[in-house]
């Protein structure tokens, strides 16, 4: 466990505020909306075996050539998201695409997660590069499934990706994961990916429905029958089978600047700061190594949405003008503008409680003071009534031993949607609405 400690009180700026010192709130202004768009859609992109996925294409409706941003999608590319950001990078000089994956939406071909997803996006990237109002530069954008394709497409080593922009990236199985198996929340993503649209899965009963045994006919308690489930569920140890979704021990292929975004709430929040510290380390060239940028923020998956998580508030610095940074950033990696982005500090982070953004110059923090904790007790840790703690100094040989009845049907509650939503509620409230079960092991700090 890390204990940040000597931790600077940060300089206050004539507003007020604390986060003025953080890059993040640059005063140099991006480049600015200039051009009208122009939309193209259903556009039909040729793949290396015949099948053509769908793309709608935002670009700028002006002679020349401009950089190009990929985003890939399980799901649906035609939506309010979609056209915000398509129609915000193409009116700031960008071409801005948005693609169906294979098997979804309106591309061509059967959807089976991940698998063919690399092979595709090099294929992809590459026929754009090609068009006659491209550059040849591209960079690739999005988060979760979104952001794991992208790692394994850079894999692949297409010639004319430039720059990725990542966020709430999961990590390779068996990392967020105490055992290859998919958790039973993934059984509601199945649902909602099954077929080539969106599946409605609100009104489906999903806590009734992951209390199922066996985990392998889960997807039968949903209404339906997932192969990739029951695939999934078939591999619980760390084979071959789940090599295609590995992308963390080889970040030494991986020759490009990366910016990673995600909250500390995001429940795949693992991954972004171990690809960060994994590309530092790791990347094949210095320029790639010093092209890393990290930010982290006071939010769950859906990064940068709302300064409230539950009942906290983080304050009005906790959502930023992350459209206008991520501009900034393409600007200076895709146009080589020299706004100042490469002399900046590569670490932004939220602090929680005292509610404002430092920078930093490395992740983990140097100054990090690595300390172990131990859970101890006279026996009793069971609820919040019994005598657990968490301590610095380790237990004797002869404290007692805790003791408690694992039941699978009767696990502890979770208090998160019961959607697969990906959100990691606060611990406070989890352990003030459960810590009274018997069974639930308890230590106080």
Same mark, same amino acid.
């Given at each position: 466990?890390?204990?940040?400690?000597?931790?600077?009180?940060?300089?206050?700026?004539?507003?007020?505020?604390?986060?003025?010192?953080?890059?993040?709130?640059?005063?140099?202004?991006?480049?600015?909306?200039?051009?009208?768009?122009?939309?193209?859609?259903?556009?039909?992109?040729?793949?290396?075996?015949?099948?053509?996925?769908?793309?709608?294409?935002?670009?700028?409706?002006?002679?020349?050539?401009?950089?190009?941003?990929?985003?890939?999608?399980?799901?649906?590319?035609?939506?309010?998201?979609?056209?915000?950001?398509?129609?915000?990078?193409?009116?700031?000089?960008?071409?801005?695409?948005?693609?169906?994956?294979?098997?979804?939406?309106?591309?061509?071909?059967?959807?089976?997660?991940?698998?063919?997803?690399?092979?595709?996006?090099?294929?992809?990237?590459?026929?754009?590069?090609?068009?006659?109002?491209?550059?040849?530069?591209?960079?690739?954008?999005?988060?979760?499934?979104?952001?794991?394709?992208?790692?394994?497409?850079?894999?692949?080593?297409?010639?004319?990706?430039?720059?990725?922009?990542?966020?709430?990236?999961?990590?390779?199985?068996?990392?967020?994961?105490?055992?290859?198996?998919? !958790? &039973?929340?993934? @059984?509601?993503?199945?649902?909602?990916?099954?077929? #080539?649209? $969106?599946? /409605?899965?609100? *009104?489906?009963?999903?806590?009734?429905?992951?209390?199922?045994?066996?985990?392998?006919?889960?997807?039968?308690?949903?209404?339906?029958?997932?192969?990739?489930?029951?695939?999934?569920?078939?591999?619980?140890?760390?084979?071959?089978?789940?090599?295609?979704?590995?992308?963390?021990?080889?970040?030494?292929?991986?020759?490009?600047?990366?910016?990673?975004?995600?909250?500390?709430?995001?429940?795949?929040?693992?991954?972004?700061?171990?690809?960060?510290?994994?590309?530092?380390?790791?990347?094949?060239?210095?320029?790639?190594?010093?092209?890393?940028?990290?930010?982290?923020?006071?939010?769950?998956?859906?990064?940068?949405?709302?300064?409230?998580?539950?009942?906290?508030?983080? !304050? &009005?610095?906790? @959502?930023?003008?992350?459209?206008?940074?991520?501009? #900034?950033? $393409?600007? /200076?990696?895709? *146009?080589?503008?020299?706004?100042?982005?490469?002399?900046?500090?590569?670490?932004?982070?939220?602090?929680?409680?005292?509610?404002?953004?430092?920078?930093?110059?490395?992740?983990?923090?140097?100054?990090?003071?690595?300390?172990?904790?131990?859970?101890?007790?006279?026996?009793?840790?069971?609820?919040?009534?019994?005598?657990?703690?968490?301590?610095?100094?380790?237990?004797?040989?002869?404290?007692?031993?805790?003791?408690?009845?694992?039941?699978?049907?009767?696990?502890?509650?979770?208090?998160?949607?019961?959607?697969?939503?990906?959100?990691?509620?606060?611990?406070?409230?989890?352990?003030?609405?459960?810590?009274?079960?018997?069974?639930?092991?308890?230590?106080?700090?």
């Amino acid at each position: 466990m890390a204990w940040l400690g000597d931790t600077p009180q940060p300089s206050v700026a004539s507003n007020g505020s604390p986060s003025s010192r953080s890059s993040l709130f640059s005063n140099r202004d991006p480049s600015r909306p200039v051009y009208p768009v122009r939309h193209e859609f259903n556009v039909r992109v040729p793949m290396r075996d015949g099948i053509t996925l769908s793309a709608d294409i935002y670009r700028p409706d002006a002679p020349g050539r401009f950089p190009v941003v990929l985003a890939r999608t399980p799901y649906n590319k035609n939506s309010q998201r979609a056209w915000h950001y398509g129609n915000f990078f193409a009116k700031h000089g960008y071409v801005f695409v948005w693609m169906d994956v294979r098997g979804r939406g309106d591309s061509e071909g059967e959807f089976v997660p991940y698998r063919n997803d690399a092979r595709d996006g090099y294929d992809a990237i590459e026929w754009l590069a090609s068009q006659p109002w491209s550059t040849g530069d591209v960079a690739t954008w999005g988060g979760s499934y979104l952001g794991r394709i992208q790692w394994l497409t850079a894999l692949e080593k297409p010639p004319h990706l430039k720059a990725m922009i990542v966020h709430v990236t999961p990590s390779d199985p068996y990392v967020e994961w105490p055992t290859g198996t998919p !958790g &039973p929340m993934h @059984v509601c993503w199945n649902r909602m990916t099954d077929g #080539r649209v $969106l599946q /409605y899965v609100d *009104k489906i009963d999903w806590m009734k429905v992951y209390e199922h045994m066996p985990l392998l006919t889960m997807d039968e308690a949903a209404g339906f029958v997932s192969r990739h489930w029951r695939e999934d569920c078939a591999h619980p140890t760390l084979d071959e089978w789940w090599e295609p979704l590995r992308y963390q021990h080889r970040f030494h292929e991986i020759d490009l600047p990366v910016l990673h975004v995600s909250g500390w709430y995001d429940d795949e929040q693992i991954g972004t700061p171990l690809n960060f510290a994994g590309m530092v380390r790791q990347a094949p060239s210095e320029r790639a190594r010093r092209g890393q940028k990290l930010i982290m923020g006071p939010w769950g998956h859906q990064v940068n949405a709302s300064r409230k998580l539950g009942e906290v508030d983080f !304050g &009005p610095d906790a @959502v930023i003008d992350l459209d206008g940074y991520e501009l #900034r950033w $393409l600007d /200076y990696w895709l *146009k080589g503008i020299d706004n100042g982005i490469g002399d900046e500090p590569p670490v932004s982070l939220f602090i929680m409680g005292a509610n404002y953004w430092r920078d930093e110059y490395e992740w983990p923090l140097a100054r990090t003071q690595w300390t172990k904790f131990y859970l101890r007790s006279g026996g009793r840790a069971n609820s919040r009534f019994g005598d657990g703690v968490l301590s610095i100094e380790p237990p004797a040989t002869d404290e007692p031993p805790d003791v408690y009845l694992y039941d699978p049907a009767r696990p502890v509650p979770f208090i998160t949607d019961p959607l697969c939503r990906f959100e990691i509620p606060l611990w406070s409230t989890l352990a003030t609405a459960h810590a009274g079960r018997p069974g639930m092991a308890t230590a106080e700090c």
